[in-house]
């Protein structure tokens, strides 16, 4: 990463995608380390988990199949019943535990990229065993960021609900009920979208900077501003590419049966590896647009007083870097 601060303002879409994957190739012994301990299981977590819910969620809809087939009351029924139920807190109990360890494993990887990209840009040796000691030190604040951003997130699908509710008691029926549903549909996606750029950049703020939570979401929204159309495209391309990918394995592994086992086995490990570069890419990039918005903003980082800031990591518990000293020190241009 040895373009100046300020040159890095003028980075474009594919700028930035060239910027990170040099950082990527220059220091992939480091990032390979962190792939092999943090982003691998994430991805095999994921894909195992639409593996295992498909095989649950089909059980359950064979059985209420034969439960619509007996009659009430009888031995059978009750006995479908009963399995049916375990069947569903099983199918649950499963998501929260996915869900769970998914989290864990996001927020570390997050850390573990974005600290290493900042000892990168600020000169400092890195090392795997230096970057998995400071791991443990960030992924409260991102945890912290997250609950915030999962509340915004809730908040907004719940007004999202009560207006398409809303829709359809009183305009569903009318002349422009079409074109209010779709306007209203469009509406809900651009803002998924917003607070999915908000939710990655926040992230980066909440590494290396004091933000957390609330704050770091209002220093995202700031920081993206200028920059909104650039990290729209990245953002939106990314997660086409997974959404692919995913579409790919349910249909080529999961549903493949009639391809045999061998394909199976081999388009799965296609998309596992083509979902851990992602993964590890999307990562990178998202660090590779903090620092391009700061530049847009003239929001000059003082190299010296991020390395001090990283070196607390190491030290002892964390002391965030003030404000002063990484955010709103414009320089003249």
Known sequence: MDREQE???????????????????????????????????????????????????SNIIDDEIQLDHTSAGSP????????????????WLFKIAYFT?????????????????????????????????????????????????????????????????????????????????????????????????????????????????????VKSRALIKGKMWVTTIIFFKLNVSLFVIQVAFEKLVVHGRSLGMVNRVSYGIICFLLLLKLFLFLLVIQTVIYFVCKSYHHENIDKSALSDHLEV???GEYVPLKAKDVQLEQYEV
Request: aromatic share 18%.
């Open 101 to 217: 360890i998914f989290l864990i494993f996001s927020l570390l990887s997050t850390a573990a990229v974005v600290y290493t990209i900042a000892c990168i840009y600020t000169g400092r040796e890195v090392t795997f065993a230096k970057v998995m000691s400071v791991v443990p030190k960030v992924w409260k604040r991102l945890m912290v960021t997250f609950l915030c951003i999962f509340a915004a997130l809730f908040a907004y699908n719940i007004v999202a609900v009560l207006l398409f509710i809303a829709w359809a008691f009183f305009i569903s029926e009318t002349s422009i009920g079409v074109l209010t549903f779709i306007g209203l549909l469009i509406l809900y996606f651009v803002g998924i979208v917003y607070m999915s750029i908000i939710w990655q950049l926040s992230s980066v703020v909440s590494v290396l900077e004091e933000a957390c939570g609330v704050k770091a979401m």
């Open 7 to 57: 040159e890095m303002q003028f980075l474009g879409i594919f700028d930035i995608y060239k910027e990170s994957y040099k950082i990527i190739f220059t220091w992939r012994r480091i990032f390979s380390q962190i792939t092999l301990s943090l982003i691998l299981p994430l991805s095999f977590i994921f894909l195992a988990h639409i593996q295992i819910s498909e095989l649950i969620f």
């Open 76 to 91: 059978r029924n009750k006995k479908l019943n009963n399995l049916l139920s375990s069947e569903w807190t099983y199918f």
């Open 313 to 315: 990591y190491l030290l």
